[in-house]
């Protein structure tokens, strides 16, 4: 840890670290995925979800710099090469030959849901640590892919269950 005036004793920095660079694992992982979802995908609805996936990219990318960022300023050593996030990361790989954009619209949805998990997780730790600036990064982190999660998700055919619960509900 390199040493800093910032009022947080290095303990409990040095424990933040370690929370934010698997975050920022699992942040550089995902964007990678929706960047292989926005290459590869085919089928109808490609062009809107082509689009999606760049912007879920984009949208990923702001809060992993902020992580980062984070680290930095706590001391740490941001650790975010590829070595190291395939080392690090808790996403399942993504799936390599998938083409059907229901296919894609899966994985993705699942590795969303991953991140937004340990994301949520990682807002108790902060918690504990009583370091609210991190837990607002967190926080905003968490928001941004349970919007995400939705966006992509809502994508997906609705399954019968779902339908007909909707369904009775509306003749009530
Ligand atoms: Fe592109």
């Not at 975050?23 to 960047?35: F, H, N, P, S, V």
């Not at 790989?93 to 994301?119: G, M, N, Q």
């Not at 504990?128 to 982190?141: G, L, N, P, R």
Request: proline letters at 1%; glycine letters at 4%.
């Amino acid at each position: 840890m390199l040493a800093t005036r910032i009022d947080i004793v290095e303990t409990t920095r040095s424990k933040t670290v370690q929370m934010l660079n698997d975050r920022l694992a699992d942040g550089i992982e995902l964007m990678l995925q929706a960047k292989q979802a926005h290459w590869n995908l085919r089928g109808r609805g490609f062009f809107a979800l082509h689009k999606l996936f760049d912007e879920v990219t984009a949208g990923i990318s702001e809060h992993v710099d902020t992580i980062a960022e984070r680290i930095a300023q706590l001391g740490g050593h941001a650790e975010g090469t590829s070595w190291i996030v395939s080392e690090r990361s808790q996403i399942e790989e993504y799936p390599r030959e998938i083409v059907d954009c229901t296919d894609h619209l899966s994985a993705l949805s699942t590795a969303i849901a991953c991140f937004t998990k340990s994301c949520r997780e990682s807002i108790r730790v902060c918690e504990d640590y009583e370091d609210k600036v991190t837990e607002d990064i967190m926080v905003s982190a968490t928001r941004a892919m349970d919007k995400y999660l939705w966006l992509v998700e809502s994508n997906l055919p609705v399954k019968e269950t779902a339908r007909k619960q909707v369904l009775s509900e509306v003749k009530r």
